[in-house]
């Protein structure tokens, strides 16, 4: 039965497995149609990296309801703690269900099914929809040669890409800020900066995927707030199409300097704008 997300399964640790960590990714057209769950293990993706191709056909939509039972059954089979963290895994899903059969787009599927997975209090375990950044940040660490044709899949195959900006965000009481921005990309080259509150993209509201989608080369209005109580300002962005860990790479790379330190030459990677600079990575000697 075709029903819902595909979702990946990997471990932390070095030659044996100390925690079992997993994401659910939502998948959408515009409707809750999913696939059928699958590993993304590294042995199903092509040697040679294939060029971006159009989806095949959807499969047949599944409703609210089937895509969160499913995700609920995943999660009871795939969980490490067989006793659920202690958690009436069969009462959350009687709680929930309502809502779920209730949601009207895969966001707020998203946000019912995450409340579900909440209730767990375990690290490295959330559900993301083609709305996010995270979708596709997860889709590129499980298949970096890119998405292999799988039948019934409604994930597009060939490289992961989305147009965006060049940042990460964060929602902190409601309102969103830019948590990293990446070096040499569209929103650093704009003039955004760590910290800033997002207000919105060209009079509409805010959002990592959707206000970007086709605009690849245009330039578009993001409007920000550096400071509280501060009157809104407005910057020129171009979005770009980005690849996940190809930015990454190219983030690290700008935002390295070399420097001399007991006689040593260090290369690093840090100056606090970025996740990339902020950890102080040492890229070499």
Not at 84 to 99: A, T
Not at 190 to 204: F, H, S, W
Not at 216 to 229: A, D, K, L, Q, S
Not at 242 to 263: C, V
Request: charged share 30%; hydrophobic share 35%.
């Amino acid at each position: 039965m075709y029903t819902g997300f595909e979702w990946g399964v990997g471990v932390e640790g070095k030659h044996r497995m100390r925690r079992l960590v997993w994401l659910l990714a939502l998948l959408v057209g515009t409707a809750p149609a999913f696939t059928a769950p699958v590993f993304a293990q590294g042995s199903d993706v092509p040697d040679e990296p294939p060029r971006p191709i159009d989806a095949e056909p959807a499969p047949e939509e599944a409703t609210t309801e089937a895509v969160f039972l499913e995700a609920w059954r995943v999660t009871r089979t795939a969980f490490y703690d067989p006793k659920m963290h202690g958690v009436d895994w069969e009462g959350v899903k009687d709680e929930l269900l309502p809502r779920a059969r209730r949601a009207e787009s895969a966001a707020e599927l998203s946000v019912v099914i995450n409340d579900a997975l909440a209730r767990l209090k375990a690290s490295h375990t959330a559900h993301y929809h083609p709305g996010q950044r995270e979708y596709y940040e997860i889709l590129d660490v499980f298949f970096p040669d890119g998405v292999p044709r799988r039948p019934g899949s409604k994930i597009k195959p060939g490289r992961v890409e989305y147009v965006g900006i060049g940042l990460a965000t964060k929602t902190i009481g409601g309102k969103v800020f830019a948590f990293d921005v990446y070096d040499g990309g569209p929103a650093e080259k704009a003039g955004i900066l760590a910290g800033d509150e997002l207000l919105g993209v060209d009079g509409g509201a805010w959002g990592d995927i959707e206000p970007f989608r086709e605009r690849e080369g245009e330039e578009v209005t993001v409007t920000i707030r550096r400071r509280e109580g501060e009157e809104p300002r407005e910057v020129t962005v171009t979005p770009k199409r980005i690849r996940p860990k190809a930015m990454f790479t190219e983030s690290i790379r700008d935002s390295a300097s070399l420097i001399e330190h007991n006689g040593g030459r260090w290369r690093t990677c840090g100056s606090g704008r970025t996740r990339a600079r902020r950890t102080r990575m040492r890229c070499g000697m």
